[in-house]
T-cell receptor, first 114, second 113 residues
């Protein structure tokens, strides 16, 4: 079946530090991959996406590359800000039937200190 | 503005009562979803619907019910059979059941008192 595994947090960084949150997946075929962000007390917002191998999704300084050979979609940002403090979820969608549902990792909480 | 609206933002329920959470979207999306979020457990799928008048159970459907009488609306009822209903509930929609992204509402926090 489909599954997503992401690094457990919490992750605490100083402002302007480099961020990596690891995400690996298991799926048949060619799923689409997503990163969502959740700020306290709010719903999820789509941060970036990639729909095929070697695609790079990017938004607000965050990047992630769809690596089919390593089944990974790691989230990176070169210089984090206090406002990036949130919970980040890696997710995938696959074709057909119940596979069309979004499958989420458990989330990684990021805290950025001034 | 197009989007997904969940209401209310906070909801309190006495034990033994049924409560209904509202979810409305004006994105003209076919598919809609309900997720439950508990601390440290990520998101778990309760129910999903691909088209009007059709819906399917997700991973944790017991104690919940839904309806899909209109394309834009997908209300969730938390029944008294749900033993531990206190959680954050998120509604989402997507254009279809393929590989496109889903969009989320702002959530409803349900507390049993």
């Amino acid at each position: 079946g489909n599954s997503v595994t992401q690094m457990e947090g919490p992750v605490t960084l100083s402002e302007e530090a480099f961020l990596t949150i690891n995400c690996t997946y298991t799926a048949t075929g060619y799923p689409s991959l997503f990163w969502y962000v959740q700020y306290p007390g709010e719903g999820l917002q789509l941060l970036l996406k990639a729909t095929k191998a070697d695609d790079k999704g990017s938004n607000k300084g965050f990047e992630a590359t769809y690596r089919k050979e390593t089944t990974s979609f790691h989230l990176e940002k070169g210089s984090v800000q206090v406002s990036d403090s949130a919970v980040y979820f890696c997710a995938l969608r696959n074709y057909g039937g119940s596979q069309g549902n979004l499958i989420f990792g458990k989330g990684t909480k990021l805290s950025v200190k001034p | 503005d197009g989007g997904i609206t969940q209401s209310p933002k906070y909801l309190f329920r006495k034990e033994g009562q049924n409560v209904t959470l509202s979810c409305e979207q004006n994105l003209n999306h076919d598919a809609m979803y309900w997720y439950r979020q508990d601390p440290g457990q990520g998101l778990r799928l309760i129910y999903y619907s691909q088209i009007v008048n059709d819906f399917q159970k997700g991973d944790i459907a017991e104690g919940y019910s839904v309806s899909r009488e209109k394309k834009e609306s997908f209300p969730l009822t938390v029944t008294s059979a749900q033993k531990n209903p206190t959680a954050f509930y998120l509604c989402a929609s997507s254009i279809d059941r393929g590989v496109t992204e889903a969009f989320f509402g702002q959530g409803t926090r349900l507390t049993v008192v």
